[in-house]
């Protein structure tokens, strides 16, 4: 899975085996695509692990997507 670079919003694009699936509004939406794609637990995965994730320009630590909703 790549996680494209932030928009002007701070929101990311996501992509998956070459198919855009979406944009990330907030970082939990990462496991939500990785659900989709069809990984199991993916509620544990950790969202920094290259072997899931790709991360392009910067890393959720970053910053670039707005925080959770409370």
């Given at each position: 899975m790549?996680?494209?670079?932030?928009?002007?919003q701070g929101w990311r694009r996501v992509r998956y085996d070459g198919i855009a699936i979406g944009v990330?509004?907030?970082p939990a939406d990462i496991?939500?695509?990785?659900?989709?794609?069809?990984?199991?637990n993916a509620q544990d995965v950790?969202?920094?692990d290259p072997d899931f994730v790709e991360w392009r320009s910067a890393g959720p630590e970053a910053g670039s997507l707005p925080a959770e909703p409370p």
């Open positions: 790549i996680v494209c670079p932030p928009d002007d990330a509004h907030h496991r939500v695509f990785l659900a989709a794609a069809g990984l199991e950790d969202r920094t």
